[in-house]
Every structure is written in structure tokens, then in C-alpha cells.
């Protein structure tokens, strides 16, 4: 059982600062999913209005003391920034990986925090003020490929997920969200803490604090001249599919914009690995999602993931009617 933490509002602070790049956040389902045993993320609608919460430093007390759980977005849809960038790893031998990045990134002067989470872990590294999602991811993406550290989705199955997963959000678009650091997983039911300094929230929030925060200068130094590997682009890398050329005029959600894994054509469908299956191990065959050619509007998992799941896993959660 976990032991029961108090957050000092100086603790909450800190943590806001470092961590939140905006007020919307999910938060993690206190029953495993009947089916699957898995505790998902949702976001949370206030129950009188139906309105979606806006993260407080009430949840975010709630969170570090280990009442509930959130995930926080990458970025700030205002201006395409974050104030950090999260390495997530969970494959065989990922600490490696992790510790291999942490250490050429000390070689840049960039001090990264390692979290250890249920199998492998995340690295965290901050910057002196929110920096570009797409600078920050060119930048990871470029080091992970001189060091031949795995990404996942470059064709491959197992590898590190890099949080910001867009450039820029699109009107209305959320993104991925990762669990927010130092909360407890509903799942493993523990906290997870970053090795570098004693396990209380004081000493963790000021190792994170002491960390040398890279300025957004140093950034464009590291990023001159590169772009984002082609193979690593997330999107089309093939000619298994057109993409349509226009960009959408509405709102509507287009899976197949949003799919990285490779596509087959069964009969009247598409068929791929399910991305809510794939964020829990599962479907390494790379069949459970199913996809309608003539009409891809229509997709179904046969390992039961719902529209929400999916969704939620390809970082465009159904949208809830709101107002701003
Ligand atoms: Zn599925």
C-alpha cells in the first residue's frame, strides 16, 4: 500500500511550473477496464455542467498525493510550444536505451531526469521557457538516430515514444498525453520517482528544479541545418495509401491521417495493428484494427478497443461539446 503524501502548495507550484503546458488533462480510470484490466485515460467532464475540468492546483494536489492520477498534454495549442520533452520506453532492455540518450545528452550539457515507470522508464528534460514541439522533437529524433536507439512507429514495433508525437496541433487537437511525473499508477498501484534524489516530493521537485534547463538558443544550435528524419515523420512513408491532398475543411477525424503502422488490404478493409491495443503490448501481429476502404469513417478492433480508446491512443480523443 502506498504510503499517504502531503503536497505543500510550494510542491503544487513548483510542479505546475515546471509541468503543465495547458489546463485541459486526463486522468486515470480508478477500475480497470473490465475487459482488458487496463486503467485508461480520460478527460474529465465536471459531473453538473459537462463541462471539461480544467486542471487546478486542487487535481494536481490530488495527483501528487496519490488521490488520482493525471496524464499532462505535450503542448500549448496556443503557441506550439512545451515546456519539456518526455522519452517514453517500455520495450526489453529500454533502460539501456534511456541511459544511452541521458548520457549523450550530457554530452550537449542537457541534464535529463530519469523516472522509472512499470517496465523501462521516461526521460524528462526541461527548458528556461517553452520551446517549439517541432524543434524539440527534431532534435530528440535526430540523437535517438546517431545513437540507433529504436523509435517506435519508424517501421517499428517496439522502440521510445517522444512526447511532443506532433509539430503543431491542429484547431481543437489535444495530442498525447503522458502520465504526469510523481503520481501514483493506478495500474501498479505505486509511485513511480526519478532516481536522482531521495523519494519525498520536496527532494524531487528540487532535484528538478536544480537541473539546467536548456534555453531555446542552445536548441537552435542543435537543430540547425536538420529536419525531422523522413523515416520517423509518423506519417505516409510508403505508397500503400494516398493521402488526400487538400487539407480537411472541417473538423472531421481522418484515421488514416493519424495511423503509423503499415497497412494491409483484406478484402473490402485496411487492416493494421490497433494503436489502443499496441499502447499495452498487445496486437504484435498487426491485425486487431480494421478499416474500411471505400468509406474509413468505419473502423472497428476486434480485440474489443471502443472508438474512445482508439482515439484517445492516436492523440485525437472524441471531442466533447464545448464552448471555447
Ligand atoms: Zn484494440
Redesign the pocket.
Known amino acids: 500500500m502506498e504510503q499517504v503524501l502531503k503536497a505543500r502548495p510550494e510542491v503544487v507550484r513548483e510542479y505546475f511550473r515546471l509541468f503543465v503546458n495547458r489546463r485541459a488533462f486526463t486522468i486515470q480510470s480508478k477500475k480497470p477496464h473490465p475487459e482488458s484490466g487496463r486503467h485508461y485515460y480520460f478527460r474529465p467532464k465536471a459531473k453538473a455542467t459537462g463541462k471539461p475540468v480544467c486542471l487546478s492546483d486542487r487535481v494536481l494536489k490530488q495527483h501528487l498525493e496519490g488521490e488520482s492520477t493525471i496524464g499532462l498534454y505535450a503542448i500549448n495549442p496556443a503557441t506550439q510550444r512545451c515546456k519539456w520533452v518526455a522519452i517514453d520506453a517500455d520495450y526489453k532492455d529500454s533502460m539501456e536505451d534511456l541511459l544511452k540518450l541521458q548520457y549523450y545528452l550530457q554530452e550537449d550539457e542537457v541534464q535529463a531526469a530519469l523516472e522509472m515507470s512499470k517496465r523501462g522508464g521516461h526521460l524528462w528534460i526541461f527548458f528556461e521557457r517553452p520551446l517549439l514541439a517541432r524543434e524539440c522533437r527534431i532534435y530528440i529524433y535526430d540523437l535517438a538516430l546517431k545513437l540507433q536507439v529504436p523509435v517506435k512507429g519508424a517501421g517499428l514495433v517496439e522502440g521510445i515514444e517522444v512526447f511532443p508525437k506532433h509539430d503543431e496541433l491542429q484547431q481543437g487537437e489535444f495530442g498525447n498525453a503522458i502520465r504526469g511525473p510523481l503520481g501514483v499508477h493506478r495500474g501498479a498501484k505505486r509511485r513511480f520517482w526519478f532516481y536522482g534524489a531521495d523519494y519525498t516530493l520536496e527532494h524531487q521537485m528540487a532535484y528538478l528544479k536544480r537541473l539546467r534547463k536548456v534555453s531555446e538558443e542552445e536548441l537552435r544550435r542543435y537543430v540547425a541545418g536538420k529536419s525531422l528524419p523522413t523515416e520517423l515523420m509518423g506519417r505516409r512513408r510508403d505508397g500503400d495509401h494516398a493521402l488526400p491532398t487538400s487539407r480537411p475543411t472541417s473538423l472531421e477525424f481522418r484515421i488514416l491521417e493519424h495511423i503509423n503502422s503499415k497497412l494491409r488490404k483484406v478484402g473490402r478493409n485496411y487492416v493494421t495493428r490497433?494503436p489502443?491495443?499496441a499502447d499495452s503490448g498487445?496486437?504484435r501481429s498487426g491485425d486487431?484494427?480494421a478499416i474500411r476502404i471505400d468509406d474509413p469513417r468505419f473502423y472497428k478492433?476486434w480485440?474489443?478497443?471502443t472508438k474512445e480508446?482508439?482515439r484517445e491512443a492516436l492523440g485525437c480523443p472524441i471531442r466533447f461539446r464545448q464552448s471555447a
Open positions: 490497433c489502443s491495443c498487445h496486437d486487431n484494427l478492433c480485440a474489443g478497443c480508446m482508439i
